[in-house]
């Protein structure tokens, strides 16, 4: 029951998180009108369940337009999963959505707030707060029973240095992030030439670094130290620095930080075990699941989106 319980209290940590961090900076009520945004398979998303979500997960005035698109799908995505699990009859327990509760509650009167209040800042009752936190209970539940012991156990063994803690080396080449197609093309180009000639020989990566990278880290030959699957390194960077052999050089690729090429210089294994990395694994696991489940449920939505005030 303790690994169980783990993945579930996982489950909900992220929510938990950004609801009990919301102080009175994000403390400007709800306004009042409940515009339709959305109606997905007949419910109504509105502007109040927008606002509340922009609230629970602290994000500031200044980035809501610029968010906004991007949390309505979210939105809709969660409906989705609603109606899913109910179809199945898979609901969150009364006692573990009474734990969750709680502990939102606790985290709000540790920094001396009120919960009530500050929930009612966000536009929640203590009915719509839980209905919030059963859906993560539910779906891990739901994630659970479909995903086995062998397929964790697989996970690890196939990507096991991600996992253990490793921590790699690397040496890096970034050019600046292009403006248009064109340039980008020409960036992965210039990079792609610079890896024929490292590999060839021709001078060290080390060097090309030097003269050729937009990065702080050129004056050190590229060098970013050491770091694990999960540390500072952006993942995107650590996905393709875990996926390389050796001393192998990456092909360009880019991020939103600019176009790149890496190298791996050192490795020091890690000593985690597939019990230690099996909550992560789980975790990852289930939000594929999630990701693959809402693309088919969209499939078959009737999403109806309601025209943009003038």
Partial sequence: MGRIGNQRRTAVAALLATLAAVTSAAAQPPKSGAKTLVVVNGTEITERDLRTMMLSRGVPESLRATVRPVLIERLIDDQL?????????????????????????QSFRKKGLKPKEELKKLGLDEA???????????WNMYAKDN????????QFTKHRARYDGTRLRARQIVLKLPKDAA????????????????????????????????????????????????????????????????????????????????????????????EDARPEIFRQLAQQRWNERVATLRKTAKIERKPAAK
């Fill in 81 to 105: 999963m609603r109606e899913f699990l109910d179809g199945r009859k898979v609901t969150a327990p009364k006692v573990l959505l009474d734990r969750a509760v709680q502990r939102v509650e």
């Fill in 183 to 274: 340039a980008m093309r020409q960036s992965v180009e210039k990079l792609d030439a610079l890896r024929r000639d490292i590999v060839a020989g021709k001078h060290s990566f080390e060097a090309a670094a030097k003269k050729h990278s937009a990065a702080p880290s050129k004056n050190n030959g590229g060098d970013v130290g050491f770091f694990a699957f999960r540390g500072n390194m952006p993942r995107e960077i650590a996905q393709v620095a875990f996926s390389l052999k050796g001393d192998e050089i990456s092909q360009p690729f880019v991020t939103q930080f600019g176009v790149h090429l890496l190298q791996i210089t050192a490795r020091k294994p890690g000593q985690l075990s597939l």
């Fill in 128 to 138: 719509s707060l839980r209905r919030k936190l059963a859906l993560p209970i539910a």
């Fill in 147 to 154: 995903i086995d012991d062998r397929e964790i156990r697989a």
